[in-house]
């Protein structure tokens, strides 16, 4: 009887060891199964992240910062323009000065929104002088006359009223501002 014990005992031993067996198994694949998730995840962080420089990166490398904006000359009605002083947001690369684009938007009085727009293919550098095969460089100031008037179809400038300026350039940044008429003489500063 003693013999029989024995075997019985053996068998519990192995019983023991294959359970034991099954539960290493089973902790191995589940590490894998959860190692498998945290490098997916930070892959697709890693993937997020640069899609979100790249925009950021494409955003800010054609970008305006509009230093002042004043009220031009007013050569004839509906003709009236703006004065607009402007260089290229830091870190922006050059920019052609026919892919930079601005509109100026206003109430036309009957409640409906009016626009005058154009791109900045006439601006000058500060100094008055053409600038050099037509492109905007980092670190230089330009200057340009928008004609907001447009014979009446536009939004010349308004005592005390306000209009939205946007500048933006093709595949780049988009520049907001808003004109503030407190006065409408020439000279006088909007933003």
Not at 46 to 52: P, Y
Not at 121 to 141: C, H, K, V
């Amino acid at each position: 009887m003693q013999k029989k014990n024995m075997n019985e005992e053996n068998n519990d031993w192995g019983s023991i060891g294959i359970g034991a067996m099954i539960v290493f198994i089973a902790l191995i694949l589940v590490a894998a199964v959860a190692s498998a998730v945290i490098i997916q995840t930070g892959e697709k962080l890693q993937q997020n992240a640069q899609q979100s420089g790249s925009d950021t990166q494409q955003e800010i490398s054609g970008k305006i910062s509009i230093i002042t904006v004043w009220v031009g000359d007013t050569p004839t009605a509906n003709n009236e323009e703006i004065t607009m002083v402007f260089e290229l947001a830091p870190g922006s690369e050059p920019i052609t000065n026919t892919e930079v684009h601005w509109s100026v938007i206003c109430d036309d009085g009957a409640g409906s929104p009016a626009v005058a727009d154009g791109d900045l293919s006439t601006a000058t550098n500060l100094d008055a002088s053409a600038i050099a095969g037509g492109t905007f460089n980092p670190g230089e100031t330009y200057m340009i006359d928008l004609n907001v008037g447009n014979a009446g179809n536009g939004c010349a400038p308004a005592l005390n009223e306000e209009h939205n300026m946007v500048v933006s350039a093709n595949g780049g940044g988009t520049t907001y501002e808003t004109l503030s008429y407190v006065s409408i003489d020439r000279g006088d500063t909007v933003v």
